[in-house]
C-alpha cells in the first residue's frame, strides 16, 4: 500500500509564502504517471492547483500560475509545492496525491477521478 505524507501547511498573512511537501516514503516517484496537488475550501469541491506527470510536464488552475510551483526529487520521493503571494483565496485544506495508471500524461493529470492514493491533507489559512 501506498502511502503519501503531506504537511507544510500552516498560517499566513496575505502575500506571504508557504512550502508544502508530501513524502511517498513506500512508492517509486520517478515512475509516478500523474502526482499534483488538490485544494478543497468548506463547500466547495476539490480542485486540481498543480500537476506534475512522468515527463515534468506541469499544469496549474489559472488563479496560482504564476505565484505557486509544483516540482519533485526523486531521490528523496518528495513532491513540493511553492505557494508565494498567498491570497485569502488560497485557505483550503491541500492534498498531494499520486497515481501509477499507465498512459496518462499532462491534462489528464488533473482529473482527481486519476488519483488513487491521497495525502491526509494539510491546512492552509491565509488572512487578509
Known amino acids: 500500500q501506498v502511502q503519501l505524507v503531506d504537511s507544510g501547511g500552516g498560517s499566513v498573512q496575505a502575500g506571504g509564502s508557504l512550502r508544502l511537501s508530501c513524502v511517498v516514503p513506500t512508492g517509486a516517484t520517478h515512475s509516478s504517471t500523474c502526482m499534483g496537488w488538490f485544494r478543497q475550501a468548506p463547500g466547495k469541491e476539490r480542485e486540481a492547483v498543480a500537476t506534475?506527470?512522468?515527463?515534468?510536464?506541469?499544469t496549474y488552475v489559472d488563479s496560482v500560475k504564476g505565484r505557486f510551483t509544483i516540482s519533485k526529487d526523486n531521490a528523496k520521493r518528495t513532491l513540493y509545492l511553492d505557494m508565494s503571494r498567498l491570497e485569502p483565496e488560497d485557505s483550503a485544506m491541500y492534498y498531494c496525491?499520486?497515481?501509477?495508471?499507465?498512459?496518462?500524461?499532462?491534462?489528464?493529470?488533473?482529473?482527481?477521478?486519476?488519483?488513487?492514493?491521497w495525502g491526509q491533507g494539510t491546512q492552509v489559512n491565509v488572512s487578509s
Open positions: 506534475i506527470d512522468i515527463d515534468g510536464t506541469t
Open positions: 496525491a499520486a497515481t501509477w495508471r499507465y498512459g496518462l500524461r499532462s491534462y489528464a493529470c488533473r482529473s482527481k477521478g486519476n488519483y488513487n492514493y
